[in-house]
């Protein structure tokens, strides 16, 4: 899957959120936008990474940034999630996973050996007129937050 670089056009899309609304890249323009793709809600990266995000969404909200979150999980699942850590911000279901796929986040994993197909961890800083800042492929949980800080600095 090609991988989106600084300058290009952010791929559209219109998913279901947690609460079954659905959020569109459209509803963002004007703004900038952290968005981040994670591979299971409720797991331990994962967690950390919501949670790094949410604990970071006033800073983000000072810099003129929102954060939205994707990952291949049902509405109802990111609803359970977002209820046990009180993270307050879109995460998005994308259980065909189209929107991965255009940001060149859907691949090959291995675990334990064994490859298989999934979301490989990655976040963009996405400009107000919905172009890629910057994007971090591969990125560790622990670091969405801190890079995306970097960046607007």
Known sequence: MAKLVSGTKAPGFALPDQSGKTVKLSDYLGKKLLLYFYPKANTSGC???????RDAL??????????????PDSPQEQK?????????FPLLSDPDHT???AYGVWGEK?????????IIRSSFLIDEKGKIRNAWYKISPKKTVPEAMNALK
């Open 110 to 118: 291995s675990m334990y050996g064994k490859k298989f197909m999934g």
């Open 47 to 53: 967690t950390t990474q919501a949670n790094s995000v």
């Open 80 to 88: 359970k999630f977002d209820d046990k850590f009180g993270l307050g």
């Open 58 to 71: 006033a800073e983000l909200a000072n810099l003129g940034v929102a954060a939205v979150g994707i990952s």
């Open 99 to 101: 929107t991965a796929e």
